[in-house]
């Protein structure tokens, strides 16, 4: 029997908890590995985890197999039970922070054999593709100027915008009206609730997809430094994007310098706080430092 068949994976939701159950009391016996999907959906049925997890290799839980593996995957979430967290070896994946951060990711998840295959004909789409993507989901860190409304983008809605610009552009003829409309109002837009928004949204595209875009010399900002190179090579758009800055400037997104201002403070304000919340709950009477204190001495 292969790896393939070893591994049985579930995701939860409302009433599999019972069959997660079953699935993890089959598998610790025989060796093989569970993986539950999307723990945060099904928080009744936490501290029923909580109840297994604790029994494992004790006398209540049965016999353990030393190949037996427990993967778990979930949201953030204050119902996952905290013995587990502590008990598990933890990875985080978050979104990469910052313009460059974003496309860059998007080109290293591209196998350079589906890019020759696929987008070697429309590697300047390509770029514009992720280009756009970053734009938009970048723009959340600067609350509401950038949206009313915070949208968590996620890579499957720009791998379906690529798969849509593909197959728009087959005959080699660009629909504009109907690229737009797609993407802006169906790929994107399904996630936007609110009408400025999806303005916003339709808005930003068109500065990536338009007529103009096509000319000699197009930027996508004033500075000039975002644009698309011309090449069909996917080294040469890598080369390319090692050369953007780390941190952008609020032009790029069509935003003012103040932006920033906004942007620094909420950063500011959420880093007081993290370190106040990993201190010891000990007050200044005791003979500790303020909170004030703890926060001046670490900055």
């Known amino acids: 029997m292969n790896m393939r068949d070893r591994v049985h994976s579930i995701s939860l939701g409302q009433g599999q908890g019972p069959v997660a159950e079953r699935m993890i009391n089959g598998a610790k016996s025989k060796g093989d590995w569970v993986f539950l999907q999307n723990c945060h959906l099904a928080a009744s049925w936490m501290l029923g985890l909580e109840l297994i997890v604790s029994n494992l290799g004790t006398t209540q839980g049965g016999v353990l197999h030393d190949d037996f593996r427990l993967y778990l995957s979930s949201m953030p979430t204050p119902k996952f039970p905290v013995s587990v967290l502590q008990n598990s ?7 990469p922070k910052g313009l460059k951060a974003n496309v860059k990711r998007a080109f290293i998840e591209m196998d350079d054999d589906f890019f020759r295959k696929t987008w070697s004909r429309l590697a300047y789409d390509a770029v514009r593709i992720c280009m756009f993507h970053a734009i938009i989901q970048e723009r959340k860190k600067f609350g509401p100027l950038g949206w009313n409304i915070t949208y968590e983008f996620n890579n ?8 849509n610009l ?23 837009g399904g996630r936007v609730t609110d009408m400025w928004d999806q303005r916003c949204l339709t808005t930003i595209l068109k500065v990536f997809f338009s007529p103009p ?11 000039g ?10 080294e040469d758009i890598r080369n390319y994007i090692d050369t953007l800055p780390v941190i952008e400037t609020p032009e790029v997104f069509g935003m003012h310098d103040n932006a ?17 919340d990993v201190q010891p709950r000990t007050g200044g009477s005791e003979g500790g430092d303020t909170p004030d204190q703890i926060v001046w001495r670490i900055c």
């Open 260 to 276: 920033n201002i906004a942007f620094e403070n909420k950063e500011t304000t959420s880093l007081v706080q993290t370190i106040l």
């Open 166 to 188: 593909q197959m728009f552009c087959e005959d080699g003829h660009m629909p504009w009206d109907a690229l737009e409309y797609i993407t802006s109002l169906i790929t994107y």
């Open 225 to 234: 430094i975002y644009y698309c190179p011309r090449t069909e090579k996917i």
């Open 89 to 95: 070896v933890k990875v985080t994946n978050e979104p």
């Open 156 to 163: 499957s809605d720009r791998e379906c915008a690529m798969l």
């Open 213 to 223: 875009t096509l000319e000699e010399g197009y930027a996508y900002s004033s500075s």
